[in-house]
Antibody, heavy 122, light 108 residues
Framework: QVQLVQSGAEVKKPGASVKVSCKAS????????MHWVRQAPGQGLEWMGWINPNSGGTNYAQKFQGRVTMTRDTSISTAYMELSRLRSDDTAVYYCARDRRQYSISWLFDYWGQGTLVTVSS | EIVLTQSPGTLSLSPGERATLSCRAS???????LAWYQQKPGQAPRLLIY???SRATGIPDRFSGSGSGTDFTLTISRLEPGDFAVYYC?????????FGGGTKVEIK
């Protein structure tokens, strides 16, 4: 069965960076785009970008351009999202979410990780 | 960027009742690329509806979606206990994809 297992909660100081991992299993990792979506406490959902695990190509939401980096390690079927220059309003649960379509992009998310809480506080 | 406005913010209903949730877009959603997700407390969202009216795999037929252009609706025909949750609409016809602010369906 498809599973996305994310790394544990993080507490960071303003200005620091955080790197969240998302380990995939139960399907061909390189066959599906991986998206990252975040959710601030009590708030709605915000799409951050995607990575094509096959090519390593990425597409970031303009809001996060210059601060976010998405990478992958195909040898261990893991995607990563690194966010730099953290601010207090980056406090959120960060989710990885698999694209629904194989080998191309549908912008729909059929499997999600359990979420990683990142708290930014001095 | 397309802004999605969901209403009402909270819907208080009893099990067995019908729920009607609205999602209005600030501009027309291309090709009706509108999806709905359900999120329960402490869980990740789950895809319910895509293409405005197509049910995702495993979604019961009491969930239905309709609408086009700028006005979309999610209907839950008869609420079951597990349906009380927050529902988000998402447009994916225009970059960046965006989500609505959510409608909470709570037990009356």
């Amino acid at each position: 069965q498809v599973q996305l297992v994310q790394s544990g909660a993080e507490v960071k100081k303003p200005g620091a960076s955080v790197k969240v991992s998302c380990k995939a299993s139960g399907y061909t990792f390189t066959g599906y785009y991986m998206h990252w979506v975040r959710q601030a406490p009590g708030q709605g959902l915000e799409w951050m970008g995607w990575i094509n695990p096959n090519s390593g190509g990425t597409n970031y939401a303009q809001k996060f351009q210059g601060r976010v980096t998405m990478t992958r390690d195909t040898s261990i079927s893991t995607a990563y999202m690194e966010l730099s220059r953290l601010r207090s309003d980056d406090t959120a649960v960060y989710y990885c979410a698999r694209d629904r379509r194989q080998y191309s992009i549908s912008w729909l998310f059929d499997y999600w990780g359990q979420g990683t809480l990142v708290t930014v506080s001095s | 960027e397309i802004v999605l406005t969901q209403s009402p913010g909270t819907l208080s209903l009893s099990p067995g009742e019908r729920a009607t949730l609205s999602c209005r877009a600030s501009q027309s959603v291309s090709s009706n690329y509108l999806a709905w997700y359900q999120q329960k407390p402490g869980q990740a969202p789950r895809l319910l509806i895509y293409g405005a009216s197509s049910r995702a795999t495993g979604i019961p037929d009491r969930f239905s979606g309709s609408g086009s252009g700028t006005d979309f609706t999610l209907t839950i025909s008869r609420l079951e206990p597990g349906d009380f949750a927050v529902y988000y609409c998402q447009q994916y016809g225009c970059s960046p994809l965006t989500f609505g602010g959510g409608t909470k369906v709570e037990i009356k």
